[in-house]
């Protein structure tokens, strides 16, 4: 059986630079937690490295830093913001 993508839209609009603000610090933040709470859980629960979501934490947290000052600059310049966001699910089989 060949493996079905399907393409979800999560985001598609035009909004102003504290409504950006809002919805991206939102599904950051969301993310950040995510892999703080699946790293502790798996540190705790079987001893696993914590180096991958430590990681993508960083990584995440960077992303944070640099939207604020992008939206901080288009807001005092006048700008908005277009945001498109999707998502692509692919099913693959498990390997075990």
């Known amino acids: 059986m060949q493996a079905k993508i399907e393409e ?3 985001i598609d609009g035009e909004f102003s630079a504290d409504e950006s ?9 969301h993310k950040i937690d995510f892999h703080s709470l699946f790293a502790f859980s798996n540190h705790i629960r079987f001893n ?8 993508r934490i960083e990584e995440l947290t960077e992303a944070k830093e640099a939207i604020t000052a992008l939206i901080a600059k288009a807001k005092a310049d006048g700008y908005h913001f277009v ?5 692509s699910l692919e099913m693959v ?4």
């Open 8 to 10: 979800f839209k999560l």
């Open 21 to 29: 603000h809002k919805i991206l610090m939102s599904l950051l933040n």
């Open 48 to 55: 696993k490295d914590l180096d991958v979501s430590k990681k």
């Open 83 to 87: 945001i498109k966001s999707a998502v």
């Open 93 to 96: 089989k498990n390997s075990d």
